[in-house]
């Protein structure tokens, strides 16, 4: 398998499912500024609408969107945890909690990221990032992960997403099991062989 990515972009949840499963796949960097690949070649070949992750998987076009792309990854090593059972209802919780990553999360910082986002659109965005912290925070108190004591992939996927708001300069301070969450994940074995890969530890 080939996993399309950019360092610290939320390609690094399927990273980190990759290494906490110990799955053999190729990192392949992307230039998502000029869309190529490091031989000069044309990522849209790859992924027409040219974002990461994309994970070649051998069997017709790229899987791409992360919270998929998690899920198919941890789906190859069924007992190591890092999803439940298809099925059952604790598959669902994790993939509610994949879902609300993606969209309440991951999809609320994006416009952070963008240079000719209005800045009074930013402020809402921090806002609502706010109000989803303080979410998670709150389903954090009396539990190390989303769902429970083990590590799913709905935690790499936040890690993933949480990461971002150092770089985006948001106070963090009101949010202390948020804090818990981003050291007990850091501390992983997989998590630092992943970040160390791409070049962020
Ligand atoms: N819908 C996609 C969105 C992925 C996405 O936003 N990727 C970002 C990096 S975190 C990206 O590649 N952005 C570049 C672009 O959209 O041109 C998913 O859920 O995986």
Redesign the pocket.
């Known amino acids: 398998m080939k996993l399309y990515y ?1 360092p610290g ?3 690094l949840a399927p990273h980190i499912v990759a290494c906490e499963a110990d799955l053999p796949v190729e990192l392949v960097a992307v230039d ?1 500024a000029r869309k190529t690949l490091g031989d000069g070649s044309d990522y849209a070949a790859v992924n027409p609408n ?4 994309a994970l070649d998987i051998g069997d017709g076009p790229v899987l ?4 998929v792309v998690v899920q198919y990854l941890a789906d190859r090593k069924p007992g190591s945890g890092l999803m439940p059972a298809a099925g059952t209802t604790e598959r669902y919780r994790a993939q509610q909690w994949l879902a609300f990553v ?1 969209t309440e999360l ?1 999809k609320q910082f ?1 416009p952070l990221f963008k240079p000719n986002t209005p800045d009074a659109t930013k402020e809402i965005q921090r806002e609502i990032l706010a109000r989803r912290f303080a979410f998670v925070d709150d389903a954090l108190a009396d539990r190390t992960f989303l769902t429970g004591e083990g590590f799913t992939a709905a935690d790499a996927y936040l890690f993933t997403v949480l990461r971002w708001a150092d770089a985006m300069r948001l106070d963090m301070t009101a949010f202390p099991n948020i804090a818990r969450f981003m050291a007990a994940v850091q501390a992983r074995p997989a998590v630092r062989r992943a970040l160390e890969a791409e070049g962020l530890a």
Request: charged share 10%.
């Open positions: 950019k972009a939320c390609s998502l040219g974002y990461v992750p791409t969107e992360a919270s993606s991951h994006s």
